[in-house]
């Protein structure tokens, strides 16, 4: 009888892996501005909400659990990269392998933007902006009150607006945030903790 609950879980956890995969991968990349390990975080927050994947079934909102995981994780990597004194330089690497959007100057502003914003009003705007989440669901994926992610969206939206000009920056940002970015398949996942809260 264990077998088949295992067997079941263990299905039902492949089913999500395959779904929301590459939309965490993409969230990760966003958050830290680094391609090369968006892919890594992704995996490490799967390989977590396996560990505990009875307790992440039984949620209201997986998907937002997920998200939760992955924005800890993110934020964990820009501490830890910001401790051991390793250039910002590095995030927004030039290696956009396979993206379809053609304005790379305009995306790379915003990128560039985006980064300078402190780590709860990227989220934020990357949430409801990238991914069109409504404040409710990035206030579920991040821990915070709907108050809370009105304040930090606006205030983060009229900072880019503040860094980019006047002109045209809702359009600018919504292509910039969703260009598409490299999903390779993932044959393993790698042991990964996440943060604590944000301030």
């Given amino acids: 009888?264990?077998?088949?609950?295992?067997?079941?879980?263990?299905?039902?956890?492949?089913?999500?892996?395959?779904?929301?995969?590459a939309e965490l991968s993409r969230l990760a990349h966003l958050l830290t501005g680094e391609p090369d390990t968006a892919d890594d975080l992704a995996a490490d927050a799967l390989l977590a909400l396996w560990h505990r994947w009875d307790r992440v079934r039984a949620a209201d909102h997986p998907a937002a659990y997920a998200r939760g995981v992955v924005a800890n994780l993110a934020r964990t990597r820009i501490r830890s990269a910001v401790r051991e004194r390793r250039r910002i330089a590095l995030f927004w690497s030039q290696r956009e392998e396979n993206t379809e959007n053609p304005d790379i100057a305009g995306v790379v502003d915003v990128q560039e933007a985006l980064r300078r914003l402190p780590f709860r009003k990227r989220a934020c705007v990357v949430l409801r902006h990238a991914f069109d989440l409504s404040e409710k669901d990035t206030a579920?994926?991040?821990?915070?009150?709907?108050?809370?992610?009105?304040?930090?969206?606006?205030?983060?939206?009229?900072?880019?607006?503040?860094?980019?000009?006047?002109?045209?920056v809702p359009q600018r940002m919504h292509a910039a945030?969703?260009?598409?970015?490299?999903?390779?398949?993932?044959?393993?996942?790698r042991t990964g903790e996440g943060g604590g809260r944000d301030r």
């Avoid at 609950?5 to 492949?14: G, L, M, Q, T």
């Fill in 140 to 168: 579920l994926a991040l821990g915070v009150s709907v108050g809370t992610v009105k304040s930090q969206t606006s205030k983060g939206m009229a900072e880019l607006q503040r860094l980019l000009g006047t002109q045209g």
């Fill in 1 to 21: 009888m264990g077998t088949v609950v295992d067997d079941a879980a263990s299905v039902e956890f492949h089913a999500f892996f395959e779904r929301h995969y």
């Fill in 177 to 189: 945030l969703v260009a598409p970015r490299r999903s390779p398949a993932v044959e393993g996942v």
